[in-house]
Structure formats: C-alpha cells, structure tokens
C-alpha cells in the first residue's frame, strides 16, 4: 500500500453514484423529486427503452437560476438546507445535494431550465462528468432534465440491468410511490412514446388510488384518520377480504415520503391478525405524520429507511387505530366482498 492521497471529485462522485443511482430507476426518482420539491403541479416523465436509451423529466416548477445551473450538478450544493440543524427538520424529498452530480458522472445530463422571472433559460449538458459551457436557451419556465448513456461508463452496472420491461417495471414503481403521495401534481408517465399513466391533478387521494388500481380496489378500502398528539396516521387499509401473497401493496408515507419500515409492517399485520390468513398480507396507502424533529431521514442515502425517535409509539399508533377502526364495522357485511 502507498501514501493516502484525498479522491479527486470525479472518483468521489462516481462512489456516490454507486450507492444512489442503482438503476435507471433510481435516477428517476431523483428528478421527480427535484421537481416536486421544486413546487411543481405538473410533472411528465419519459421513457425510452426502458430508461437504457433516455430518461426525461420536465416540469413547470421553479426552475433553477442560471448563476446556479452548475451548482445544480456540484456535489454538496443544495438550495434545500443550509446548517447542520436544518437536517432536523426536512420538509422537502431531497437534501444531499448529490444526486444530479452523481448521475451526470455516470450519464449524458442536459438541463435546461428558466426561472419564470427570466425571459430566457439556460442550458448545460454534462458528459461523463466533463461539463459544457451554460448557455442561453428558449424555454418553458421550469425545468427539464434528460439523461441519455446511462453507466455508459461503468460497464458493469450497465450489464447487470435487466430487459427493458423489468427496468421500467421499476421505473413505474417509483413514480407510483410519488404520484400517490402527490396526488396535487397533474403527472404523467410514457414509455417509448405511449401514455403508460395520465393522472390529472385531485385534492383526493382515494381519486388517485382509483386512477392506479380502479374500482375493484377503491371500493374495498376503508378510511383512517387517527390523532394521537403530534402524530397523525391517515388514509386507507384494504378490506380483509383483500389480500394479497407479498407486500408490495402495502405502502407507507413519512411526511409526504415513502418508506419501508419492519416494524410498522408487523404492527400491520397485527392489526389483521385473526382477520386473513397466515402467508396472506393487508394491502394500504397510509401516511405517517409527524414532527420532523422526530425522525432522522438521513440514515440511508436513498432514503428508504428511518430512523424513528420513538418507534414504540408509533407502532401503538398503527395498531390501535386500525384495531378501533376495524372494532367499530362489520366486516362480513360492511363492504362488498370481490367473488
Ligand atoms: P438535492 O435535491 O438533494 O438538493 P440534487 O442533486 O438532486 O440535490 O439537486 C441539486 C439542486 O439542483 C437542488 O437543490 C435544486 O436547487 C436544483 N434542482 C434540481 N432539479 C431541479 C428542478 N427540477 N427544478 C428546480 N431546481 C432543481
Ligand atoms: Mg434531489
């Protein structure tokens, strides 16, 4: 072994991109969230090949300065927090101000975006890392942002992705997960040029989850909203009678995110104890309210999983609010029971 030498920013971003950007899935999760944190209302995301030829985001929200466009796809640069406190308190999707310079290491990355002051925007691509000059350019004001040769230049992540249908089965996952907790945001989603989702914008989550499941689903859920102190757990749980073999129905959202969390899905499962059979799972859509003072989100960098300050309380929340909703209905007869 020799001396230690500090990692220049390009080896530091493509170890970044390797933890974040997984597949293309993932960098579409990135920028649908930029774009949610950026206020917009109408987000369309595209498609070709499975995200193996490009990925597209466009949305109509804020737009990003063009003093700042290359700060944008900086490692560390972030306009969503600014002291080491405000990581205690995150209200938007991102805050690591990584993921646009992780994946314009590992892609071609062209933004163009213009703030609705502007009368022009302004644009950048990024090749493997190696950044273009910014120039002018016309647009919509918002941004867009598109990503072609994805892993271009790590081989083996590129031969390690699966058939075009599976990696946009991922890809539809994650804009599921977002277009459900967002159900304010007209979205849209098209895979090699054919509308796969057109979701217009609704106040009402249950319009959402018709949109994505239909009737069948919709009419078989029942509503919760449940207050204990500063915490608040609201939205719907399936009928007993629908179940399902794995939990990949089963979602939960912590302030607005989705999350996946052990110990909320035993409390569910609790919950239906008695009520569906062993091996069988409930399905849901329910949202996590809480201070955010009391959860730690930056413990995976993809943010999948919390870290909850008091996580006995929250799995009494779960259960006691499903058990007294469920005490107070008939379930044979409440609901009808898909044949
Ligand atoms: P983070 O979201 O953690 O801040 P990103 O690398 O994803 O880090 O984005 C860096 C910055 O670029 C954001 O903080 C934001 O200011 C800007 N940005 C990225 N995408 C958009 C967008 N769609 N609209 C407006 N600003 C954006
Ligand atoms: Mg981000």
């Known amino acids: 072994m020799g001396r230690i030498q500090q990692l220049s920013n390009s080896v530091v971003n493509k170890i970044a991109a390797g933890e974040v950007i997984e597949r293309p899935a993932s ?15 109408r987000v369309e995301v595209d498609i070709g090949a499975g995200g193996s030829e ?30 080491a406190d405000d990581l205690f308190q995150i209200s938007t999707l991102g805050f690591r101000g990584e993921a646009l310079a992780s994946i314009a290491e590992v892609s071609q990355l062209k933004i163009r975006s213009r703030i609705p002051d502007s009368d022009v925007g302004s644009e950048l691509v990024v090749n493997l ?3 273009g000059d910014v120039v002018p350019c016309g647009c919509a004001a918002g941004t867009c942002i598109e990503i072609r040769q994805l892993f271009a230049n790590t081989p083996v992540r590129r031969k ?3 058939s075009d249908a599976t990696e946009f089965g991922h890809i539809s996952e994650q804009f599921t997960r977002i277009a459900l907790a967002r159900s304010h945001v007209h979205m849209v989603l098209r895979h090699n040029d054919k509308i796969v989702y057109e979701l217009p914008a609704t106040d009402r989550l249950i ?13 078989q859920l029942i509503s919760i909203d449940h207050q204990l102190g500063e915490m608040r757990l609201w939205g719907y749980v399936g009928h007993p009678a629908v179940n399902k ?7 939960l959202f912590l302030n607005g995110r989705w999350f996946q969390d052990r110990s909320i899905q035993h409390a569910l499962s609790e919950a239906y104890r008695g009520l569906i059979m062993v091996q069988r799972h409930p399905i849901c859509f329910l949202f996590l309210e809480l201070n955010p003072a009391d959860v ?27 058990r007294n ?7 044979d007869s409440k609901l009808k029971v898909p044949a």
């Not at 960098?27 to 930029?34: G, P, Q, R, Y």
């Not at 413990?299 to 009494?316: A, G, L, M, N, W």
């Open 207 to 219: 319009d959402r989850l018709e949109m994505f499941y239909g009737t069948a689903i919709s009419e």
């Open 27 to 41: 960098v579409v999760k990135e920028l649908i969230e930029n774009s949610i944190d950026s206020g917009a209302l």
């Open 129 to 131: 890392g190696e950044r």
């Open 325 to 331: 909703r469920f005490l107070g209905m008939d379930l």
């Open 245 to 251: 073999a794995t939990r990949k129905w089963q979602h």
């Open 296 to 322: 730690d989100v930056n413990v995976h960098p993809t943010k999948v999983e919390v870290r909850f300050q008091d996580p006995q309380s929250i799995y009494r929340l779960m259960l006691s609010s499903l």
């Open 160 to 162: 390690f992705l699966k």
């Open 54 to 83: 490009y990925i597209r985001v466009t949305d109509d929200g804020g737009g990003i300065h063009a003093d700042d466009i290359l700060l944008a796809v900086t490692t560390h640069a972030t306009s969503k927090i600014r002291t």
